[in-house]
């Protein structure tokens, strides 16, 4: 872009939690989860509240999931729930996810559970009731 005079027009962008979150969903769809995850931890650490915060954080957590780094994705929902976090419940559900791809039954279990209880209508209840019963198979509980 030029002005009249001829002169390269500075184009002013404010990189603010918003920009990076749009690039990174931007990355997401092209499937560039690298680039994606950077954009998503770029937003994350400029988010200026607790709920752009946390979403942030589990989507990075997912996009590791994705890229099959389930301990790290793992580690960050830890800190979700640890801090308590109740603007996204199904943190739980993407938890059990992580323990069951890291072979720990039992506490994909537990957190399978605790989405149920916490959100018995919510987005992900089939998959998560399906998922239960598969655990409990896996486990001999019956």
Not at 17 to 39: C, I, V
Not at 64 to 76: A, T, W
Request: proline content about 2%.
């Amino acid at each position: 872009m030029s002005n009249k005079n001829g002169q390269a027009e500075i184009i002013r962008i404010n990189p603010n939690a918003d920009f990076y979150f749009n690039r990174a969903w931007e990355a997401f769809d092209k499937n560039n989860l690298e680039h994606s995850l950077k954009y998503f931890k770029r937003a994350t650490s400029l988010a200026d509240n607790d709920v752009d915060r946390e979403f942030g954080q589990c989507q990075t957590a997912l996009i590791y999931q994705h890229l099959g780094h389930f301990q790290k994705s793992c580690d960050l929902i830890d800190e979700l729930i640890q801090k308590g976090s109740e603007n996204y419940p199904e943190v739980h559900y993407f938890q059990a996810n992580n323990y069951a791809f890291l072979g720990d039954y039992s506490k994909a279990l537990k957190c399978t559970q605790m989405y149920l209880y916490l959100v018995p209508t919510g987005e992900y209840k089939e998959e998560a009731e399906e998922f239960q019963k598969d655990l409990e198979e896996e486990l001999n509980i019956y």
